[in-house]
């Protein structure tokens, strides 16, 4: 029965509502490794995915899922059922067009101009 426990059901949730699982994860899995794996599973069809792990952001039970952490360091308590799926939010960062006209603008409102009559 422990066997069972150190597995978790986990289906993604993407921003357009389709679901990537669900799928079983060990325990001892970082949130980095579920994000490589939802890239590699994302839909090619969809012209918003992701292009690296940095460029999206797991949340689970309202909470923003660092890297670093584990599957079941993250387990809320609360919300997993056993032998229940967990679902995950995927929400993806746009690129950083907005960032690049930004620096532009600000390039072009700090040039100072002198005009001597």
């Known amino acids: 029965?422990?066997?069972?426990?150190d597995q978790l059901?986990?289906?993604f949730r993407?921003?357009?509502g389709t679901d990537i699982g669900p799928k079983s994860y060990a325990a001892a899995t970082s949130i980095a490794t579920l994000k490589e794996s939802i890239?590699?599973?994302w839909p090619k069809d969809n012209e918003y995915g992701?292009?690296?792990v940095k460029d999206m952001k797991?949340?689970?039970a309202g909470q923003i899922l660092e890297n670093n952490r584990t599957v079941g360091e993250?387990?809320?308590p609360l919300c997993d059922l056993p032998g229940g799926v967990t679902t995950m939010h995927v929400v993806v960062q746009p690129p950083s067009v907005e960032k690049d006209k930004?620096?532009?603008s600000e390039a072009k409102m700090s040039k100072c101009v002198c005009v001597i009559l």
């Open 74 to 76: 993250c387990q809320s």
């Open 50 to 52: 992701p292009r690296t």
């Open 58 to 60: 797991l949340i689970s």
């Open 1 to 5: 029965m422990a066997g069972s426990q």
């Open 39 to 41: 890239l590699a599973q």
């Open 102 to 104: 930004k620096v532009a």
């Open 9 to 11: 059901e986990i289906k």
């Open 14 to 16: 993407l921003s357009d």
